[in-house]
């Protein structure tokens, strides 16, 4: 089968899936591929919950982003009736304002609160008594800071990539799944894309890469050194308060800053009642892996350490209800990247990553949209480019 589309999307997890709904908005002819069926557990969309926040720790240049995004999901919502962002607020602390770095950025709280008053999002900045007050869920040192934002709060992963691709295709964009992409190439005119699967070959004007952890597979070989994965862990604990304490009503996103980058953790208020558990999550950096070599299953002795780590400021029982892995892709800064390949302004290549990027995702679909439809967008993503790497 050989037909000419205008775009061709290579991925439909977070990213994917908000481009070919922002695609479907156009009169162009759109086809999305995907090796799965997402939404899917393999990647890095699963998990029932992601942080979202307004104010950004890991940059200013990343605010106008989830700020649109915001916007987004309550589109979504009213288009879809189906609920997908919970604004349950979100509490970022540690032991003060420059706690070991997060994802590149060395004052992660301090940034947080500059952006917060650069952008006007409303926060409080909160001392270890207040937040004693107000959230009994955590044990303190009594040296604690914390920030405090009233419109942050959770998003439902999979529920947001399954209405994104409902409607694009209710909008006419095609779905070809269970489809591997194994290589995107310009054409002989370098004026188009050829992408072949095991089985098929299509043609576009120009192609989208948002295959996450299986990006590196579809890139020249000089770039796939930029882009590691890396397995982190997901536990849902049994809480030790009474279930309305983690409630959504009276319990907040938050993310706990360590003195070490290792001992940093994050989580969620109970979502799923009484008996489901409270969804925790810590990261590492140290081992990468690649989609076909990662352990996705939990030991015990993880569950443990996990445990005897979280245990020591968040009120929990040593009774892991869940568990999940899912994978990061880093790149060397821990930042986005949002560009073309060079030579090649016909391919792009979507990777919001390093952990941080589905809060993102709904307004970068926009952002590919303008760049495949018009090379241009409205929001600033220079700081997103490949030419920050050295090859």
């Excluded at 070919?20 to 759109?30: C, D, E, G, P, R």
């Excluded at 370098?190 to 890139?219: H, R, Y």
């Excluded at 907040?252 to 109970?270: M, N, Q």
Aim: a negative charge; one cysteine or more; proline letters at 4%.
């Amino acid at each position: 089968m050989n037909m000419l589309y205008d775009v061709i999307i290579v991925g439909l997890g977070a990213v994917g899936s908000a481009t070919a709904y922002q695609l479907s908005a156009t009169n162009k002819k759109v086809l999305g591929i995907d090796q799965f069926q997402p939404p899917h557990t393999l990647g890095s969309s699963h998990g029932d919950t992601r942080i979202t926040r307004q104010a950004i720790g890991e940059g200013r240049h990343y605010v106008p982003l989830v700020l649109r995004s915001h916007q987004i999901w309550r589109e979504l919502e009213s288009k879809a009736n189906i609920e997908l962002f919970q604004a349950c607020g979100g509490l970022i602390f540690g032991t003060n304002l420059n706690n070991a770095p997060v994802h590149g950025s060395l004052s992660f709280l301090e940034v947080t609160v500059a952006a917060a008053k650069e952008f006007g999002i409303e926060h409080q900045v909160l001392d270890c008594q207040e937040m004693q007050k107000r959230y009994p869920q955590f044990h303190y040192q009594g040296t604690e800071i914390g920030y405090f934002e009233p419109g942050a709060g959770l998003l439902k992963p999979e529920k947001c990539i399954k209405t994104q691709l409902k409607l694009a295709k209710e909008n006419g964009v095609e779905l070809q799944l269970n489809q591997k992409v194994v290589s995107i190439e310009p054409n002989s005119n370098n004026d188009g894309v050829v992408v072949k699967t095991n089985t098929d070959t299509w043609e576009a004007e120009s192609a989208i890469i948002a295959a996450g952890a299986w990006v590196s597979e579809l890139l020249p070989e000089s770039y796939k050194k930029f882009f590691k994965a890396y397995r982190q862990i997901m536990l849902w604990f049994e809480q030790e308060l009474p279930y309305e304490t983690v409630s959504p009503e009276h319990c907040p996103i938050y993310i706990r800053l360590g003195e070490t980058a290792e001992e940093l953790f994050y989580g969620f208020p109970g979502i799923d009642g009484e008996h489901g558990g409270i969804k925790i999550g810590i990261e590492q950096f140290f081992d990468d892996c690649t989609v076909d070599t990662i352990d996705r299953n939990v030991s015990a002795d993880e569950i443990e350490q996990c445990f005897k780590q979280i245990s020591k400021h968040l009120k929990i029982k040593n009774n892991c209800i869940k568990s999940a892995a899912c994978l990061y892709t880093v790149t060397p800064d821990y930042g986005f990247v949002l560009d073309t390949i060079p030579g090649h302004p016909q391919i792009l290549v979507a990777s919001p990553c390093s952990g941080h990027g589905f809060k993102h995702s709904a307004t970068i679909g926009q952002i590919l949209t303008e760049l495949a439809l018009n090379q241009k967008t409205d929001f600033d993503i220079s700081a997103f480019s490949l030419s920050r790497f050295s090859l």
